[in-house]
């Protein structure tokens, strides 16, 4: 969209009927780096890139715990996200204090639309420029919805957001529906699948990626980079160590590499702890 | 022209008795599960010890139990955002520094609480705090706080106390005894307050921390002054219940109930 007289401030109409501050905002998540999120019946999984601002730099933080069964993942304005996530905490804390059960996610969901619809309609704030996924477990089963800037929420079964979602979403439109049944590693798999298609052909290493679960008797909680390293390695050919040795003579030795690793693997760990300290 | 009092107080004191004793690798909470009004009983199985999750904290408190319960949530959900914004546990010795700002917070109108946190500090050693209805805390090696406080602590003392501060280098307040003794102590000290205390009694619920975990036990204590007639009555009520005389078994057993509620010092 081009730049028009009717885009300066959040109270204005568009003659179309279009608030064009609020779409500039919906603009600013599709610039944060991916998230995703996915859902079966009894598991919530949401995964994201780690993109750091530089090689000094450490990666920011983009999965925020807010209770035991609730999780979001954000994509945009990473201090916006940071504000809402301690807003999402703070309700699900006084929801507990109040009601003493836990904050059923379709509540938390229409709490932050409203909250972010404030912002659309009064002349002094702006729009929150961050998209949330938020994924949580109660009552009723798992549930994955998204958060717009715009104050609007949707419920779906996989989704993602952020730069170069869309390989990622055409990703998870092949294979949603399977995703009711899914086995939690089958569901954790995906995720760090459709975390690769949005790479778009740079190696996948635990290193770029976080993930987290939660479920039905599992709190929250992240996965660690071992947890991830050996979901990456059941469908990487390439090994972690040959990484980056791209190429038709690479293949082969890695084939016979990852056909010698379960061997390796099944006789012992000796061996396995000096091709890669990470695995146990 | 004498100043009109209230007919009316805000607070209850439902009574009960807690005790903690801290000791090199260990710490032991106990208290009873006897609620009480007046000289009535609400409840011979009410627990006051409340498990913070905190890394090992754990915090008994007696005195009016809805100020109780209020009291343990708010710790609860401000444990919580502790949690969220530091990405670890709070320790004893924090949980205790909370504790004294949430209750002198309420200064002028104070939670009826009186409070003992048991737990292991940041080293592994057991710490014991003991406070007053508005914040006042002190850590010590152990603490009696309740009905029957009065009664224990002057026993722990003779028992526990470590030489006059007085003397040279100052001694710790860790007690030298062991977690078997010290466990042992504590059953025979509530077992002492039941016998001279109304508002002491029905259940001692121990849980006695340490590095690995928590560990929970419950022993038996006098329920009435006289034990057997309690015994004496369901021996006749299984008796006349085996003669099918069935209007005659509720009465009985409606006599029982009230006779469990009543004026338990003079049964």
């Not at chain 1, 009723?140 to 979403?169: D, M, T, V, W």
């Not at chain 2, 903690?20 to 006051?48: E, F, N, P, Q």
Request: contains cysteine; negative net charge; glycine residues 8%.
């Amino acid at each position: 969209m081009f730049r028009n007289q009717y885009d300066t401030d959040v109270t204005t109409w568009s003659p179309t009927g279009r608030l064009f501050q609020v779409e500039y905002a919906m603009e600013a998540v599709k610039q944060g780096s991916a998230a995703i999120g996915l859902r079966s019946r009894s598991h919530v999984v949401l995964a994201c890139v780690n993109k750091a601002q530089s090689e000094l730099s450490s990666h920011q933080k983009k999965i925020f715990k807010v209770d035991d069964h609730i999780g979001v993942a954000i994509a945009g304005l990473t201090a916006d996200g940071r504000v809402l996530s301690r807003y999402m905490r703070s309700e699900a804390i006084n929801h507990s204090f109040t009601y003493e059960s836990p904050l059923p996610v379709g509540r938390l969901v229409v709490h932050l639309a409203d909250k972010a619809q404030v912002c659309t309609q009064r002349s002094w704030k702006r729009p929150y420029g961050v998209g949330l996924l938020v994924g949580g477990l109660d009552e009723s089963g798992a549930h994955l919805y998204y958060n717009c800037p715009s104050g609007n929420y949707f419920e779906y079964q996989a989704f993602a957001i952020g730069s170069r979602s869309q390989a990622a979403k055409t990703y998870l439109e092949r294979r949603f529906e399977s995703f009711g049944d899914s086995s939690r590693e089958d569901l954790i798999k995906d995720a760090i699948l459709a975390v690769r298609e949005t790479l778009q052909g740079e190696t996948l290493k635990s290193s770029l990626c976080t993930v987290s679960v939660l479920g039905v008797g599992e709190p929250f909680h992240f996965l660690d980079q071992e947890t991830i390293q050996k979901v990456i390695d059941t469908f990487e050919k390439v090994p972690e160590d040959e990484a980056g040795e791209a190429g038709e003579a690479g293949e082969g030795e890695a084939e016979a590499a990852a056909a010698a690793a379960p061997a390796e693997q099944g006789g012992g760990g000796a061996g396995d702890q000096d091709v890669a300290p990470m695995e146990m | 022209m004498t100043k009109q009092h209230a007919n009316w107080s805000p607070y209850d004191n439902n009574g009960g008795t807690c005790v903690a004793i801290a000791g090199s690798d260990y710490c032991v909470i106990a208290a009873d599960t006897r609620m009480s009004t007046g000289y009535s009983i609400l409840s011979r199985d009410y627990s006051k010890i409340h498990n913070c999750k905190a890394d090992k904290a754990v915090l008994s408190s007696s005195g009016f139990q809805a100020d109780v319960k209020a009291l343990q949530k708010v710790l609860k959900s401000r444990h919580l955002v502790y949690q969220h914004q530091h990405n670890k546990q709070m320790s004893c010795p924090a949980m205790a520094q909370l504790l004294s700002n949430t209750l002198y917070f309420k200064r002028f109108f104070p939670y009826y609480a009186f409070n003992v946190l048991g737990g292991l500090d940041e080293e592994g050693k057991g710490c014991v705090f003991t406070y007053d209805a508005v914040g006042s805390y002190e850590k010590v090696g152990y603490s009696a706080q309740g009905s029957g406080s009065t009664l224990i602590m002057p026993f722990l003392d003779n028992q526990l106390k470590s030489p006059s501060p007085l003397l040279l280098p100052a001694q710790d307040a860790i007690t030298p005894l062991s977690e078997p003794e010290a466990v042992d102590l504590v059953k025979t000290v509530f077992a002492s307050a039941t016998e001279r205390d109304i508002y002491t009694g029905d259940k001692l619920e121990i849980m006695i921390l340490k590095a690995d975990g928590i560990r929970t036990e419950v022993m038996e204590l006098r329920k009435t002054l006289s034990e057997c007639w309690q015994h004496t009555l369901s021996i006749v009520l299984i008796r006349i219940s085996t003669l099918g005389s069935l209007c005659y078994l509720e009465l009985c057993l409606k006599f029982s109930c009230v006779v469990n509620r009543f004026s338990f010092s003079y049964l």
